[in-house]
């Protein structure tokens, strides 16, 4: 594989998820850059927070990144409001593109991409979009699954203190994440008001603590 894969450009969606990525390219001999392009990261000071932390951390392990430095939530919402649930399509395919297009035009022999790393995002979407750029592109596609390594690259950003993110990025997942504590939290109150009814119907008393 190694003959094959010369010099690689990576598209990076944040820190943490490159740790594994960039280890496991980098043992194989190949030659590897960063490139930071996320207009998807929604509201600014996060998208800021997770720049920020791919900057110090390249800079920790030596690692060339190119920053196409946008912040598009107009340009964002603009492409994907009309149908939210097939979002993820445009978000992969904007970034990729842009990714695949700075290789092409900057001497790489190839590009893969960080969110191959996270169990959470749609793995095979993702081979499919790269598949499609390689042959539109003319580029090669390097692919592993790293998703077996998804422990060990959490526990290393922990213990480098890196910005760790509690969302995928857009405004939307930004939203699924608290509806999911709200509906947590009503389900709890229905089952806590259920047993209330039951003890009371069955004359169940509490114990004395
Ligand atoms: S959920 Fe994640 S991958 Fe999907 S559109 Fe939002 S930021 Fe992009």
């Known amino acids: ?72 939530l107009d340009e964002f919402t603009k492409n994907v409001s009309r149908d939210i649930s097939k979002r993820c399509d445009y978000c992969y395919t904007d970034r990729l593109a842009s990714t695949v297009k700075y290789a092409k035009d ?17 793995h095979e979407k993702i081979i499919n979009v790269c598949n499609e750029l390689s042959k539109a592109f003319d580029i090669k596609f390097y692919y592993q699954d790293f ?6 690259g959490l526990e290393e950003a922990k213990r480098l203190g890196i910005y760790l993110q509690k969302y995928c990025g857009c405004i939307y997942s930004e939203e699924e994440r608290y509806q999911k ?27 004395k603590k």
């Open 1 to 72: 594989m190694v003959g094959d894969f010369m010099k690689l450009l990576l598209h990076i969606c944040c820190a943490p998820c490159s740790i594994m990525c960039i280890k496991k390219i980098r043992e194989e001999k190949i030659d590897v850059d960063g490139y930071w392009y996320n207009p998807n990261i929604h509201p600014y000071m996060e998208y800021r927070a997770r720049r920020d932390a791919l900057r110090s951390y390249s800079e920790m392990i030596d690692l060339n990144v190119y920053y196409k430095d946008v912040y598009g």
């Open 106 to 122: 900057h001497g790489y022999d190839s590009f893969s991409t960080t969110l191959l790393y996270s169990p959470y995002q749609n």
């Open 147 to 152: 998703r077996p390594y998804y422990r060990e």
């Open 181 to 207: 504590r709200i509906e947590r939290e009503r389900i709890k109150e229905e089952i806590d008001k259920e047993w209330q009814q039951y003890k009371k119907e069955n004359k169940i008393e509490d114990l």
